[in-house]
């Protein structure tokens, strides 16, 4: 399920607050304004990137709904929520001017169109997340360049029309959780576990000469007949004949 939402250059439609440091990278953000202005900061270079020029046209966002489709025998496919949210995605098509006069430029320092791309392209590929700020929506996240797509029109060959796409960065988090208890519980019960997976319940030393498994049986199991059930659990040991017992061999009694 995906729910795209086209966030327009001037309108104020978003609550989220922008909450960032006031540090050199920010120092000439206002963030107060209620102009739209466009930055990727990168913190790992300690350098930023303001959009000489505002997006054109629109600015779309997107969001995804985390599901997962199942198919039931008989009855077709059913939609199941998972928890966890979906990535939200950012693109937005924007002008790099060759000629930066007063006027709708924002950025009347900006470097050549192709440096701008070639910086652009180095936040793209470096690990780090940058945070991408769109003042007067507002919007203030860190994200990854996802995509950019850069061209040139006929009749403004020195501008580069770049369209980027954007992905909101998000830090896993790990839980660390003592197993200590839990390991505790396991041993008791695994050893509960093979206490009653064992297939007998006692044993029995075979040291007279009148034991036999009807006697045993009898004695054991209150019933002879069952000297089979002590035979077959005790092949390995008794041998080929159940009638002949070896002195001193251990049986064992299966349950009751």
């Keep these: 399920m995906e729910v795209n939402t086209i966030l327009h250059q001037y309108g104020t439609v978003s609550s989220r607050k922008i909450a960032i440091e006031r540090g050199t990278l920010y120092k000439n953000i206002n963030l107060d304004s209620n102009d739209m202005d466009v930055y990727i900061i990168n913190e790992k270079e300690n350098t930023s990137f303001h959009f000489p020029i505002n997006p054109i046209d629109e600015i779309n966002v997107r969001y995804k709904k985390n599901y997962q489709t199942q198919e039931i025998v008989g009855q077709g496919e059913f939609d199941f929520h998972k928890h966890g949210k979906k990535i939200e995605e950012i693109s937005f098509k924007v002008i790099i001017p060759d000629d930066y006069t007063e006027g709708f430029n924002r950025n009347l320092s900006a470097q050549s169109p192709s440096k ?127 009638n002949r017992l070896k002195h001193g061999i251990v049986l064992k009694i299966p349950k009751r």
């Design 116 to 242: 701008s791309v070639e910086e652009l392209v180095r936040y793209m590929n470096q690990e780090q997340a940058v945070r991408l700020i769109i003042t007067s929506l507002p919007f203030n996240d860190l994200v990854f360049i996802s995509d950019i797509d850069n061209s040139i029109s006929a009749g403004i060959e020195n501008c580069r029309l770049v369209n980027l796409k954007f992905r909101t960065h998000r830090e896993i988090k790990v839980k660390s959780i003592d197993t200590s208890k839990q390991n505790k519980i396991n041993k008791g019960l695994n050893k509960t576990d093979r206490e009653n997976n064992k297939s007998y319940s006692s044993t029995y030393k075979v040291n007279n000469r009148k034991d036999c498994l009807w006697n045993i049986a009898r004695a054991k199991l209150g019933k002879g007949s069952r000297w089979r059930e002590i035979y077959n659990l005790n092949k390995d040991i008794i041998g080929p004949n159940p």
